[in-house]
Each structure stands twice: as structure tokens, then as C-alpha cells.
């Protein structure tokens, strides 16, 4: 007992240690394949780093919701890594607190507190981009919705520890046709979700053009600090969901000895490390989308998991 | 023992899984925009439809499955695309934007409600059949038709169109492969060069609507003009 809630804790540190890290690679292969040297992949530490010791302005004009959002934004990701499994291949203490659904709540609440510290502001690109991400939310929605319950509807359960055992056993369930669409589906949500190229441009500065990256744009210090960090163990965590549960549920840690856990952070990393290079690739090979072109590529998300859910409600 | 019973679960699985991709390439030719890519979707559809007659190969043993895989990929995916980007001059395939009827959210709702419509056209046909195999492919084959009828329906372009006729020929393939795998191959054979030559002759006409309009844009000839 006491051992799983010391696991648990591990997780949490785990991605708090290494999300930061994840986005430098990210950042730094994608500059590479743009051949030019691109930043350290420890430029986010740093960046965190020094805005931690900088000092924090706040308008005066700004409610309560604007000084607590960073602090929401960077505590749901934990949450739902209570939830999920990220070292272990068994249920630890927390996991069934909450399913899927519930992770996925836990994230959109965070989301919820940004678009609203956004618009708390009024500075003139914070409501524009909070409109923007709700709109991809919205898009976004039914996909996650329908996408659960394909899910749901194959593995018996909601619960993610139960999902990622039976994809392999046997290991023919694999190839299951809603699996590998349910695995697209949920690869065009997290690219929508994370706000990576096809639907919105990370590493763009350009306030009009901005979907994601202009709800933070207020903050400074600590808060900027926090918001970031939040996000960057927010894409993490997604990997960990998409990864473990749905497309790689090798690798994690099976015995209960520390040693293990302890192995399976760096198999974990690789993991994630592979996705990287793919989710390189694809920013790589599309330009961005036109607004409201997110609608068709949000649309073929739904479809493909529509298409999942058909084929496994009348395949029988 | 156990082993051809593994071997035969994993068949499945794999089938079903071409079967899975193959609607989603259907899905792709009504979403995508681009000429190219299309005919690009087209290509992997005409793969998968080939990798899908090799599984029922591997299924019955029969050597002739194998033969209309060959034939396929060499005809669909290689041949096809040749002789449509050879008759069609290149400023066809660099347009980004195809116009049509509907726009493309419209249309993939529609697409899914075909679908779900196929899977219950079939749904009295599989109660009679008990195959596994005819059980996943006759569906996605039906959906394929009518997601091939769609595209010509709804594009207003006249590459897209061929397209769409050709992915309809897919999707009949699909269903048939698995229906009656005993067909004779000389009728695969003669099936498939009828296809190449439906190809050309449009590619071939579409090739002089281009010369004498300017564009094939065909959803815009709506009467017949004499100079």
C-alpha cells in the first residue's frame, strides 16, 4: 500500500523532471531538420528557470482568476498523472480515482481556468486566442468523446490500466482495425490539442496568428514560469496516455521492486522519444492550417473514430 | 495443433485490419483537396485492396488470389497513376483546391451515414454467409462503392471524378475477392485490363475537354455550345 502511493509520487516527479525536456528535443529536432543548430534541449530548464527569479507584474485591473490560474494550469496535469500509467503496468493507488473521462475533465479544466484568466485581462490577443482554443475544444470534443467510448466499448472499461492490458492480450487484439483507427483519431486529437503544426504553429511570434500560445501571453515570472511548465507536463502526460495506453503498452514496469520502476523511466523516455521524431516529421511535411480549415481536419478525426466505433459495433 | 488456429485468428485480424484502412482511404478521397492527393489515396487504396486479395490468398491456399494481388498492384497503383499523369498535362495535378458541391465537413457526415447505410444493406447477406472473411470485407466493399458514387456525385472537377469512378471499381473488387474467391482469373485478368483502358479513354477525354475549354472544371458545362 504505502509502496504504490510512494510509486505514484515517483510518477509525479518523473513528469515533472522530464516534461521540460521533451519539449527541448522537440524544439531542438525540429530546428535540426530545418538544418539549422536550434536551441539546447535544455533551453525550457533554463527558460523556467530564469523566469522563476524574475519578478511578477499583474494588472490591476485582473480578478482572483488571473492569479490562480497558473497555479491550476500546472496542478491538473498532476492529477491526471495520478490517474494514468506512466511507469507501471499495474493499477497504482490513485487509479481508480477517475477513468479516462475523468483525465480528460481534469485537463479541460485547466483549459477552462486559461481561457478565462485569457480574457480576464482584456488585453486585445488573450480573448482572441481563448476564442480559438475553444473553438478547437469544441471541435475537439465529440472526437475525445467518441473516441472513449470505442475504447470503452472494446477493452470493457474506462479505466486506462485496463485499456493498455488488453490491446496485448492476445497480442492479435493488436491489429484490431478500431484499435488502429482509434490510434489515428487520438494522434489528430493530440496534435490538436498540443497545438502543434497542422493546427496551430508552437514556435510562431505572431500575435494574429497565434491559437494557443496568446492565452499566456500576460503573465510574467512566476506565473509565466508555471504556465509553462503546466503545459509542457500537460503534452507529456498526453504522450503518456496515447503511448502506454494505446499504441506501445510495452515496457512499462510489471514487479513491485524500485529497480524497476527505475528502469522503466528510461524505456519510457525512448518511447516517447520515437513519437517525437514521427510528430517531427509530420511539422515538418504540413504547412499550417487555415483557421477555419481546423474544422475539416477535426472532422476527419471524427470520422476515423466514427469509423472505429462502426467497425467494431458491426463487424460481429 | 493450436497453431494453424493462431495463424488463422491473426489472417483475420490482418484482414480486417486492410479492411479498416481501405475505408478509411475511401474517407480520404472525399476529404482531400488536392488533385494529387487523391490520386495519391487512390494509389494506397489500390495497395490495400491488393494486400487484402494476398491475405485471402494466404487463407484458401489458392494461387490465383495471389496472381489478382499481383495484377492488381501492378494495374491499380502503378499503372493507372502512370497513364493519368502522363495523358493529363501537370497544371491538373498542381491545383490545390477542388470545387465542389458540398463542402468537406458536409460531406464526411454524409460519408458516415453511407457507411453505417452499407453495413445494413449487407447486414441480411451476412446472415447467410458465415465466413469470417465475407463477414468484414462485404460491408467495407458496399461502403466503398457508395463512398466511390459520392465522389463522382459531388466533385465538380474531372480528375477527382475518374477517381472516384475507379474507387468505386475498388470497393466492387473488394466485396468480390472475398464473395467469390473461386472466379476464374481470366475474368480477373479481363477485369482489370477493362479497368486500364476505362482509365485511359477518360484520362484521354478528360485530356480534350482541358485542350478545348481550358479547364476541367466540368461541373460548369452545363450546355452545349457551337462555335
Redesign the interface.
Known amino acids: 500500500m504505502t509502496n504504490r502511493i510512494f510509486f505514484n509520487v515517483i510518477q509525479v516527479l518523473v513528469v515533472m523532471a522530464f516534461a521540460p525536456l521533451v519539449k527541448g528535443i522537440l524544439n531542438r529536432l525540429k530546428e535540426n531538420i530545418q538544418s539549422k543548430r536550434g536551441p539546447s534541449i535544455f533551453q525550457p530548464y533554463r527558460d523556467i528557470w530564469k523566469l522563476f527569479h524574475k519578478d511578477e507584474v499583474v494588472s490591476e485591473q485582473s480578478s482572483w482568476i488571473f492569479r490562480a490560474t497558473p497555479y491550476v494550469v500546472f496542478v491538473t496535469p498532476i492529477f491526471v498523472t495520478l490517474l494514468i500509467p506512466v511507469l507501471t503496468g499495474y493499477p497504482l493507488f490513485f487509479a481508480f480515482m477517475g477513468d479516462m473521462l475523468g483525465g480528460g475533465f481534469i485537463l479541460a479544466l485547466g483549459g477552462f481556468f486559461a481561457t478565462l484568466a485569457a480574457i480576464d485581462t482584456a488585453n486585445p490577443y488573450g480573448p482572441m486566442g481563448a476564442s480559438r482554443t475553444r473553438m478547437v475544444g469544441f471541435l475537439a470534443e465529440p472526437v475525445f468523446m467518441i473516441v472513449f467510448f470505442t475504447v470503452s466499448f472494446v477493452a470493457g472499461s474506462t479505466i486506462p490500466y485496463i485499456v493498455q492490458k488488453h490491446w496485448v492480450t492476445p497480442l492479435a487484439n493488436f491489429f484490431e482495425p478500431s484499435h488502429v483507427l482509434v490510434m489515428l483519431a487520438f494522434l489528430m486529437l493530440i496534435i490538436a490539442e498540443a497545438g502543434r503544426i497542422p493546427v496551430d504553429n508552437p514556435a510562431g511570434h505572431f500575435e494574429l496568428a497565434m491559437i494557443d500560445e496568446s492565452k499566456g501571453l500576460e503573465y510574467s515570472g512566476r506565473g509565466a514560469a508555471l504556465v509553462k511548465w503546466g503545459g509542457a507536463m500537460k503534452f507529456f502526460v498526453l504522450l503518456c496516455i496515447f503511448l502506454n495506453v494505446l499504441v506501445t503498452p510495452w515496457g512499462l514496469a510489471q514487479g513491485e521492486a524500485l529497480a524497476e520502476i527505475l528502469l522503466a523511466v528510461p524505456l519510457v523516455l525512448l518511447k516517447i522519444f520515437f513519437f517525437v521524431l514521427v510528430l517531427v516529421v509530420i511539422e515538418s511535411s504540413f504547412a499550417k492550417l487555415r483557421l477555419f480549415r481546423i474544422t475539416e481536419f477535426l472532422g476527419a478525426a471524427f470520422v476515423t473514430s466514427v469509423a472505429a466505433m462502426i467497425i467494431r459495433l458491426l463487424e460481429t | 495443433m493450436s497453431d494453424p488456429n493462431?495463424i488463422f485468428?491473426?489472417l483475420?485480424?490482418?484482414n480486417?485490419?486492410t479492411?479498416?484502412?481501405f475505408?478509411?482511404t475511401a474517407?480520404g478521397t472525399v476529404?482531400m483537396r488536392q488533385v494529387l492527393a487523391s490520386l495519391n489515396i487512390f494509389i494506397l487504396q489500390s495497395i490495400l485492396l491488393a494486400a487484402s486479395a494476398f491475405l485471402l490468398g494466404c487463407q484458401h491456399r489458392s494461387l490465383h488470389l495471389f496472381a489478382v494481388a499481383g495484377i492488381t498492384l501492378v494495374t491499380k497503383s502503378v499503372l493507372i497513376p502512370f497513364l493519368l499523369r502522363r495523358t493529363l498535362n501537370q497544371e491538373v495535378y498542381a491545383r490545390r483546391e477542388i470545387s465542389q458541391v458540398l463542402n468537406?465537413?458536409t460531406s464526411?457526415?454524409i460519408?458516415?451515414a453511407l457507411?453505417?447505410f452499407a453495413?445494413f444493406l449487407s447486414?441480411p447477406l451476412l446472415s447467410v454467409a458465415d465466413e469470417p472473411f465475407v463477414?468484414?470485407n462485404l460491408?467495407i466493399g458496399i461502403a466503398g462503392i457508395l463512398l466511390g458514387a459520392y465522389v463522382v456525385m459531388v466533385r465538380r472537377e474531372a480528375v477527382p471524378q475518374v477517381i472516384g469512378i475507379l474507387s468505386m471499381e475498388n470497393g466492387a473488387f473488394f466485396a468480390g475477392v472475398s464473395i467469390a474467391s473461386g472466379l476464374p482469373l481470366i475474368a480477373e485478368l479481363a477485369a482489370a485490363f477493362d479497368v486500364l483502358i476505362i482509365a485511359f479513354v477518360m484520362g484521354l477525354l478528360t485530356r480534350r475537354i482541358h485542350e478545348r475549354v481550358g479547364t476541367t472544371d466540368v461541373g460548369r458545362m452545363t450546355s452545349l455550345k457551337e462555335e
Open positions: 493462431i485468428s491473426v483475420i485480424k490482418l480486417a485490419l479492411g479498416g484502412l475505408l478509411l474517407f476529404a468537406i465537413p464526411l457526415l460519408v458516415v457507411t453505417i453495413y447486414s463477414k468484414s460491408p
